[in-house]
Protein backbone atom coordinates (compact mmCIF):
# COMPACT_ATOMS: atom_id res chain seq x y z
CA UNK A 1 0.00 0.00 0.00
CA UNK A 2 1.44 3.23 -0.95
CA UNK A 3 2.37 5.99 2.04
CA UNK A 4 0.13 8.27 2.74
CA UNK A 5 1.12 11.64 1.50
CA UNK A 6 2.09 14.01 4.10
CA UNK A 7 -0.38 17.24 5.14
CA UNK A 8 0.19 20.92 5.28
CA UNK A 9 -0.31 21.94 8.73
CA UNK A 10 0.31 25.68 9.07
CA UNK A 11 0.65 27.23 13.10
CA UNK A 12 -0.01 30.91 13.40
CA UNK A 13 1.19 32.90 16.26
CA UNK A 14 1.29 36.32 17.31
CA UNK A 15 4.86 36.96 17.99
CA UNK A 16 7.66 35.03 19.31
CA UNK A 17 8.30 36.64 23.01
CA UNK A 18 9.19 34.82 25.72
CA UNK A 19 5.46 33.86 27.42
CA UNK A 20 3.30 30.80 28.35
CA UNK A 21 1.41 29.96 24.85
CA UNK A 22 4.54 31.08 22.69
CA UNK A 23 6.46 28.05 25.12
CA UNK A 24 3.84 25.57 24.58
CA UNK A 25 3.00 26.55 20.56
CA UNK A 26 7.00 26.65 19.51
CA UNK A 27 7.75 23.17 21.62
CA UNK A 28 4.64 21.76 19.31
CA UNK A 29 6.33 23.18 16.39
CA UNK A 30 9.70 21.74 17.47
CA UNK A 31 8.69 18.69 18.10
CA UNK A 32 5.67 17.42 15.69
CA UNK A 33 6.58 13.90 13.40
CA UNK A 34 8.00 15.72 10.25
CA UNK A 35 7.10 11.93 9.05
CA UNK A 36 3.58 12.79 9.13
CA UNK A 37 3.22 16.78 8.40
CA UNK A 38 4.89 19.00 6.06
CA UNK A 39 5.33 21.97 8.71
CA UNK A 40 4.32 25.90 7.67
CA UNK A 41 4.78 28.58 10.25
CA UNK A 42 3.13 32.26 10.21
CA UNK A 43 3.07 35.10 12.55
CA UNK A 44 2.02 37.98 12.77
CA UNK A 45 4.73 40.12 13.83
CA UNK A 46 8.40 37.64 13.48
CA UNK A 47 10.38 38.92 16.07
CA UNK A 48 10.65 38.01 20.19
CA UNK A 49 13.47 36.49 22.50
CA UNK A 50 12.38 32.84 21.51
CA UNK A 51 12.39 33.75 17.21
CA UNK A 52 15.75 31.71 16.62
CA UNK A 53 13.79 28.48 18.07
CA UNK A 54 11.60 28.60 15.22
CA UNK A 55 14.16 29.65 12.41
CA UNK A 56 16.07 27.21 13.24
CA UNK A 57 13.51 24.77 11.99
CA UNK A 58 12.08 26.69 9.13
CA UNK A 59 10.94 29.58 7.29
CA UNK A 60 8.39 31.68 8.44
CA UNK A 61 5.94 34.03 6.78
CA UNK A 62 4.85 37.26 8.13
CA UNK A 63 1.69 39.12 8.01
CA UNK A 64 1.85 41.74 9.82
CA UNK A 65 -1.22 43.82 11.31
CA UNK A 66 -1.04 46.69 14.00
CA UNK A 67 -5.03 46.18 14.60
CA UNK A 68 -8.02 44.58 13.23
CA UNK A 69 -9.45 47.81 12.66
CA UNK A 70 -7.42 49.21 10.46
CA UNK A 71 -7.76 49.17 6.66
CA UNK A 72 -4.07 47.15 5.68
CA UNK A 73 -5.55 44.10 8.08
CA UNK A 74 -7.48 43.28 5.48
CA UNK A 75 -5.23 43.06 2.70
CA UNK A 76 -2.71 41.31 5.39
CA UNK A 77 -5.95 38.45 5.60
CA UNK A 78 -5.98 38.02 1.92
CA UNK A 79 -2.62 37.54 1.64
CA UNK A 80 -2.47 34.97 4.26
CA UNK A 81 -5.61 33.32 2.34
CA UNK A 82 -3.49 33.19 -1.00
CA UNK A 83 -0.26 31.99 1.21
CA UNK A 84 -2.68 29.00 2.34
CA UNK A 85 -4.21 28.53 -0.97
CA UNK A 86 -0.38 28.37 -2.88
CA UNK A 87 0.70 25.80 -0.11
CA UNK A 88 -2.55 23.96 -0.15
CA UNK A 89 -2.67 23.67 3.35
CA UNK A 90 -4.45 21.40 5.19
CA UNK A 91 -4.65 22.24 8.43
CA UNK A 92 -4.54 25.49 10.07
CA UNK A 93 -3.81 25.83 13.89
CA UNK A 94 -3.92 29.34 15.53
CA UNK A 95 -2.05 30.01 18.83
CA UNK A 96 -4.39 32.47 20.40
CA UNK A 97 -6.49 35.39 20.31
CA UNK A 98 -5.45 37.05 17.98
CA UNK A 99 -4.07 35.20 15.71
CA UNK A 100 -7.50 33.17 15.98
CA UNK A 101 -9.73 36.23 14.82
CA UNK A 102 -6.81 36.99 12.07
CA UNK A 103 -6.06 33.65 10.69
CA UNK A 104 -9.56 31.36 11.09
CA UNK A 105 -11.66 33.38 8.88
CA UNK A 106 -8.99 33.77 6.18
CA UNK A 107 -8.54 30.30 6.51
CA UNK A 108 -12.28 29.87 5.68
CA UNK A 109 -12.00 31.77 2.96
CA UNK A 110 -9.33 29.70 1.77
CA UNK A 111 -11.20 26.71 2.11
CA UNK A 112 -8.54 24.92 4.42
CA UNK A 113 -10.11 21.92 4.92
CA UNK A 114 -9.31 21.72 9.12
CA UNK A 115 -8.98 24.92 11.66
CA UNK A 116 -8.42 25.20 14.78
CA UNK A 117 -8.07 27.69 17.45
CA UNK A 118 -6.46 28.14 20.75
CA UNK A 119 -7.38 29.80 23.82
CA UNK A 120 -4.73 29.54 26.56
CA UNK A 121 -5.23 32.69 28.42
CA UNK A 122 -7.62 34.26 30.64
CA UNK A 123 -8.49 37.12 28.73
CA UNK A 124 -11.02 38.77 31.50
CA UNK A 125 -10.71 42.15 30.17
CA UNK A 126 -12.26 41.49 26.68
CA UNK A 127 -14.52 44.38 25.65
CA UNK A 128 -17.80 43.51 23.68
CA UNK A 129 -16.38 44.22 20.39
CA UNK A 130 -13.65 41.39 21.43
CA UNK A 131 -16.00 38.81 22.38
CA UNK A 132 -18.39 39.41 19.16
CA UNK A 133 -14.76 39.27 17.48
CA UNK A 134 -13.81 35.98 19.25
CA UNK A 135 -17.33 34.15 18.38
CA UNK A 136 -16.71 35.25 14.67
CA UNK A 137 -13.71 33.66 14.44
CA UNK A 138 -14.70 30.52 16.63
CA UNK A 139 -17.62 30.06 14.19
CA UNK A 140 -14.86 29.61 11.30
CA UNK A 141 -12.98 26.88 13.38
CA UNK A 142 -13.74 23.25 13.77
CA UNK A 143 -12.27 23.29 16.96
CA UNK A 144 -10.45 25.40 19.62
CA UNK A 145 -8.62 23.65 22.16
CA UNK A 146 -7.93 24.78 25.42
CA UNK A 147 -5.39 24.06 28.11
CA UNK A 148 -7.37 23.31 31.29
CA UNK A 149 -11.24 22.42 32.29
CA UNK A 150 -11.16 26.19 33.73
CA UNK A 151 -10.18 27.57 30.53
CA UNK A 152 -13.48 25.60 28.81
CA UNK A 153 -15.89 26.72 31.46
CA UNK A 154 -14.72 30.44 30.30
CA UNK A 155 -14.59 29.91 26.37
CA UNK A 156 -18.42 28.51 26.81
CA UNK A 157 -19.73 31.09 29.35
CA UNK A 158 -18.59 33.45 26.39
CA UNK A 159 -21.14 31.26 24.02
CA UNK A 160 -18.20 29.34 22.40
CA UNK A 161 -20.52 26.22 21.94
CA UNK A 162 -19.28 23.19 24.05
CA UNK A 163 -18.88 20.32 21.59
CA UNK A 164 -16.13 22.65 19.68
CA UNK A 165 -13.97 22.84 22.55
CA UNK A 166 -11.13 20.40 22.95
CA UNK A 167 -9.13 20.40 26.31
CA UNK A 168 -5.10 19.60 26.16
CA UNK A 169 -3.29 20.58 28.75
CA UNK A 170 0.29 22.33 28.97
CA UNK A 171 3.63 19.85 28.64
CA UNK A 172 6.74 20.26 29.67
CA UNK A 173 10.41 19.26 28.78
CA UNK A 174 10.58 16.97 32.59
CA UNK A 175 14.25 15.92 31.62
CA UNK A 176 15.28 19.62 32.32
CA UNK A 177 14.16 19.47 35.51
CA UNK A 178 16.04 17.90 38.06
CA UNK A 179 15.09 18.05 41.99
CA UNK A 180 17.41 19.26 44.29
CA UNK A 181 18.19 17.34 47.70
CA UNK A 182 16.06 17.37 50.45
CA UNK A 183 16.61 20.18 52.12
CA UNK A 184 16.59 20.82 56.11
CA UNK A 185 16.91 24.40 55.74
CA UNK A 186 13.87 26.46 53.11
CA UNK A 187 14.07 30.33 52.90
CA UNK A 188 14.54 31.01 49.40
CA UNK A 189 11.47 31.94 47.90
CA UNK A 190 10.92 32.18 44.00
CA UNK A 191 8.26 33.03 41.51
CA UNK A 192 9.09 32.96 37.70
CA UNK A 193 6.43 34.80 35.89
CA UNK A 194 6.16 37.82 33.46
CA UNK A 195 5.66 41.36 35.33
CA UNK A 196 2.17 42.34 35.00
CA UNK A 197 -0.48 43.25 37.08
CA UNK A 198 -2.47 40.11 37.33
CA UNK A 199 0.75 38.16 38.03
CA UNK A 200 -0.18 39.22 42.09
CA UNK A 201 3.75 40.35 42.28
CA UNK A 202 1.80 43.14 44.82
CA UNK A 203 0.43 40.15 46.68
CA UNK A 204 4.23 38.59 47.61
CA UNK A 205 5.62 41.70 48.47
CA UNK A 206 3.04 42.23 51.13
CA UNK A 207 3.13 39.02 52.27
CA UNK A 208 7.12 39.77 52.38
CA UNK A 209 6.88 42.03 55.29
CA UNK A 210 5.24 39.47 57.44
CA UNK A 211 7.75 36.41 56.66
CA UNK A 212 10.45 38.35 57.19
CA UNK A 213 9.57 39.56 60.55
CA UNK A 214 9.51 35.72 61.75
CA UNK A 215 12.80 34.67 59.13
CA UNK A 216 15.04 37.57 58.80
CA UNK A 217 17.15 35.47 56.52
CA UNK A 218 14.75 34.57 53.76
CA UNK A 219 15.01 35.76 50.33
CA UNK A 220 12.96 35.99 47.15
CA UNK A 221 14.04 35.83 43.27
CA UNK A 222 11.65 37.23 40.99
CA UNK A 223 12.26 35.91 37.58
CA UNK A 224 10.77 37.83 34.70
CA UNK A 225 10.24 41.15 32.89
CA UNK A 226 7.42 43.26 31.91
CA UNK A 227 5.74 46.70 32.63
CA UNK A 228 5.30 46.22 36.43
CA UNK A 229 9.49 46.40 37.11
CA UNK A 230 8.86 50.14 38.34
CA UNK A 231 5.55 49.43 40.58
CA UNK A 232 7.36 46.30 42.07
CA UNK A 233 10.61 48.37 42.79
CA UNK A 234 9.00 51.35 44.45
CA UNK A 235 6.54 48.86 46.51
CA UNK A 236 9.48 47.15 47.88
CA UNK A 237 11.32 50.50 48.87
CA UNK A 238 8.01 51.55 50.50
CA UNK A 239 7.98 48.53 52.37
CA UNK A 240 11.62 48.48 52.93
CA UNK A 241 12.60 45.15 51.97
CA UNK A 242 14.41 45.33 48.50
CA UNK A 243 17.52 44.04 50.29
CA UNK A 244 15.65 40.81 50.58
CA UNK A 245 14.28 40.80 46.44
CA UNK A 246 16.44 39.98 43.78
CA UNK A 247 15.00 41.01 40.27
CA UNK A 248 16.58 38.67 38.31
CA UNK A 249 14.87 40.08 35.13
CA UNK A 250 13.83 37.32 32.26
CA UNK A 251 16.32 34.12 32.32
CA UNK A 252 17.09 31.25 30.07
CA UNK A 253 18.47 29.49 32.87
CA UNK A 254 14.73 28.74 34.73
CA UNK A 255 15.68 25.10 35.72
CA UNK A 256 18.60 25.91 37.20
CA UNK A 257 17.07 28.94 39.29
CA UNK A 258 14.60 26.35 40.32
CA UNK A 259 17.23 23.92 41.64
CA UNK A 260 18.64 26.47 43.69
CA UNK A 261 15.56 27.42 44.88
CA UNK A 262 13.65 26.24 48.32
CA UNK A 263 9.63 27.07 47.67
CA UNK A 264 8.08 28.32 44.77
CA UNK A 265 4.98 30.80 44.42
CA UNK A 266 2.49 32.20 41.80
CA UNK A 267 0.28 34.94 43.37
CA UNK A 268 -1.92 35.26 40.25
CA UNK A 269 -5.67 37.18 40.21
CA UNK A 270 -5.81 35.23 37.04
CA UNK A 271 -4.24 31.81 35.30
CA UNK A 272 -5.36 29.43 32.83
CA UNK A 273 -3.02 26.38 33.34
CA UNK A 274 0.45 27.85 34.60
CA UNK A 275 4.16 26.85 33.11
CA UNK A 276 5.39 28.40 35.95
CA UNK A 277 3.88 25.94 38.87
CA UNK A 278 4.37 23.06 36.20
CA UNK A 279 8.00 24.00 36.16
CA UNK A 280 8.37 24.27 39.70
CA UNK A 281 6.46 21.11 40.65
CA UNK A 282 8.48 19.33 38.34
CA UNK A 283 11.55 20.56 39.89
CA UNK A 284 10.37 18.86 43.04
CA UNK A 285 9.55 22.39 44.54
CA UNK A 286 6.60 22.87 47.28
CA UNK A 287 4.70 25.79 45.33
CA UNK A 288 2.19 28.15 46.69
CA UNK A 289 -0.22 29.23 44.41
CA UNK A 290 -3.77 31.38 43.78
CA UNK A 291 -6.59 29.09 43.67
CA UNK A 292 -7.38 30.61 40.56
CA UNK A 293 -8.17 29.32 36.68
CA UNK A 294 -6.39 25.72 35.92
CA UNK A 295 -4.12 26.00 38.97
CA UNK A 296 -6.70 23.19 41.41
CA UNK A 297 -6.00 20.92 38.18
CA UNK A 298 -2.22 21.29 38.89
CA UNK A 299 -2.20 21.25 42.83
CA UNK A 300 -4.14 19.41 45.43
CA UNK A 301 -3.79 21.32 48.31
CA UNK A 302 -1.89 19.51 51.09
CA UNK A 303 -1.12 16.52 48.73
CA UNK A 304 1.22 18.67 46.03
CA UNK A 305 1.43 21.99 46.99
CA UNK A 306 -0.46 24.60 48.56
CA UNK A 307 -3.29 26.94 47.84
CA UNK A 308 -3.95 29.91 48.67
CA UNK A 309 -7.26 32.48 47.76
CA UNK A 310 -6.17 35.08 44.85
CA UNK A 311 -4.96 38.85 46.56
CA UNK A 312 -4.66 37.63 50.30
CA UNK A 313 -1.01 38.08 51.73
CA UNK A 314 -1.85 36.94 54.83
CA UNK A 315 -2.58 33.68 53.50
CA UNK A 316 0.52 33.52 51.50
CA UNK A 317 2.76 34.63 54.23
CA UNK A 318 1.31 32.04 56.06
CA UNK A 319 1.60 28.65 54.07
CA UNK A 320 5.05 30.53 53.10
CA UNK A 321 6.18 30.39 56.97
CA UNK A 322 4.51 26.78 57.61
CA UNK A 323 7.24 25.26 54.44
CA UNK A 324 9.73 27.41 56.02
CA UNK A 325 8.91 26.29 59.89
CA UNK A 326 8.81 22.50 58.40
CA UNK A 327 11.15 21.58 55.83
CA UNK A 328 9.47 18.21 55.83
CA UNK A 329 6.74 19.06 54.51
CA UNK A 330 8.42 20.72 51.34
CA UNK A 331 10.43 17.70 51.28
CA UNK A 332 6.59 15.73 50.48
CA UNK A 333 5.38 17.93 48.86
CA UNK A 334 7.78 18.55 46.20
CA UNK A 335 7.84 14.53 45.90
CA UNK A 336 4.27 14.46 45.23
CA UNK A 337 4.26 17.27 42.50
CA UNK A 338 7.21 16.19 40.76
CA UNK A 339 5.34 12.67 41.11
CA UNK A 340 1.95 14.67 39.19
CA UNK A 341 3.95 15.99 36.55
CA UNK A 342 5.43 12.59 35.26
CA UNK A 343 2.68 10.85 35.38
CA UNK A 344 0.29 13.79 33.57
CA UNK A 345 2.45 16.14 31.71
CA UNK A 346 4.86 16.06 29.20
CA UNK A 347 5.60 17.99 25.47
CA UNK A 348 5.30 14.27 24.09
CA UNK A 349 1.84 13.50 25.40
CA UNK A 350 1.05 17.51 24.54
CA UNK A 351 2.17 17.11 20.74
CA UNK A 352 0.57 13.51 20.57
CA UNK A 353 -2.67 14.79 21.61
CA UNK A 354 -2.48 17.82 19.03
CA UNK A 355 -1.52 15.65 16.45
CA UNK A 356 -4.40 12.72 17.14
CA UNK A 357 -6.38 16.12 17.30
CA UNK A 358 -5.82 17.04 14.05
CA UNK A 359 -6.01 13.83 12.41
CA UNK A 360 -9.50 12.61 14.09
CA UNK A 361 -11.03 15.99 12.92
CA UNK A 362 -9.81 15.61 9.30
CA UNK A 363 -11.47 12.14 9.20
CA UNK A 364 -14.55 13.46 10.73
CA UNK A 365 -14.40 15.32 7.70
CA UNK A 366 -13.61 12.58 5.04
CA UNK A 367 -9.76 13.48 4.86
CA UNK A 368 -7.51 10.82 6.12
CA UNK A 369 -4.20 12.01 7.98
CA UNK A 370 -1.00 10.57 8.26
CA UNK A 371 -0.86 7.34 10.56
CA UNK A 372 -0.65 7.53 14.02
CA UNK A 373 2.01 5.73 16.00
CA UNK A 374 0.64 2.81 18.17
Known amino acids: MPATPLLNLAVVMTSFDAG??????IELVRRLDRSRWNL?????????????????????????????????????????ARWCTRHQIDVVHAADFYTNV?????????????????????????????LALQR?????????????AAIAAQLQAERIPPDKVVIVP?????????????????????MVSNLRPEKGHAVLVDAAVEILQRFPDAHFDVVGAGPELLSIQARLIERGIARAFSLLGQREDVPALLARADIAVLPSHAESLPNAVLEAM???????????????????DGRTGC???????EALAHRICVLMDDPALGTR??????????????????????????????????????????
Not at 59 to 64: G, K, L, T, V, Y
Not at 117 to 123: I, K, L, N, P
Not at 171 to 183: E, I, N, T, V
Not at 290 to 300: D, F, M, N, Q, R
Open 20 to 25: GTERQM
Open 40 to 80: HVACLHARGAWLSRVTDVGPIAEFPITGFRRPDTCRQALAF
Open 102 to 130: FALPAAAFARVPLRIGSRRGVYRDLSLAQ
Open 170 to 190: NGLDLAAFRPAPASTRRRRVI
Open 136 to 148: AACACAHAIVANS
Open 282 to 300: AAGLPVVASAVGGVPELIA
Open 333 to 374: LGLAARAEVQARYSFPRMVSAMEALYVHELAKRGRRGPEMAA
Open 307 to 313: LVPAGDA
